[in-house]
């Protein structure tokens, strides 16, 4: 009892694919893990750099990697249109430099718009942290992040922070869930997401479980 599981994993063949698309010997697969990881992070701390003038929103969903013998293609699945696309083709190719640098293979950046970027859980726990920093109550941050999704048409949102909220001594754990949220239903697709937020009282944690639908 008690046991729990990533629920994207837990779904994994079913209603859940990789974000990673490629194909490596054992020897060198976890290489290859180390290799995605930081492409990921690599654009992530650009774009933060790049919005340090503005408010710190990255508005990344996810990002999408293929590998090719040659070439390495990455697709950026972004909410809002900010400093990134704001540039144009100038922005991406100056980003597609930036991360050139690190590797060894050719490199090629696309973006793609996603049309309801709160129905994203990154995207929703990036808006929690921003309001938290922002030292705005977080129950009025949950709930404002829960009516948000359901403009989206979703079927269940569960939203949980833990840690020193608020900044009082004993850390503890705060959701909140409105519709359903079947976590057992490996029919059901599920979006999840665990994000870190650092305060000036500690770190708290922010899990997103959103019921898309049920195949």
């Known amino acids: 009892m008690g046991q729990k599981i990533n629920p994207l994993g837990f779904r994994l063949g079913t209603t859940q694919s990789h974000h990673s698309f490629w194909f490596a010997k054992p020897k060198d697969f976890s290489m290859g893990l180390q290799e995605d990881e930081k492409i990921r992070n690599c654009i992530k701390n650009y774009v933060k750099k790049k919005n340090r003038i503005s408010s710190g929103f990255e508005g990344i969903a996810y990002m999408g990697i293929k590998k090719r013998i040659d070439l390495i293609q990455v697709i950026i699945y972004i909410g809002f249109p900010n400093l990134l696309i704001e540039g144009r083709t ?20 696309a973006i793609t718009r996603i049309e309801k ?36 048409g979703i079927k269940g949102i569960q939203v949980q922070i833990a840690g020193r909220i608020d900044g009082k001594e004993i850390a503890r754990v705060e959701w909140i869930r409105e519709g359903r949220v079947p976590l057992q239903t490996i029919r059901a697709k599920i979006d999840h997401c665990s994000h870190t937020i650092r305060t000036i009282y500690g770190v708290l944690g922010i899990k997103i479980w959103i019921f898309v639908n049920q195949e």
């Open 90 to 109: 100038r922005g991406i190719e100056e980003l597609q430099m930036n991360v050139q640098k690190e590797f060894h293979r050719r490199l090629n950046i």
């Open 117 to 152: 970027p709160y129905g994203q859980p990154n995207i929703l726990a990036e808006y929690i942290a921003l309001q938290l920093k922002n030292r705005v109550s977080f129950r009025k941050a949950m709930k404002k992040a829960i009516e948000l999704t359901e403009q989206t």
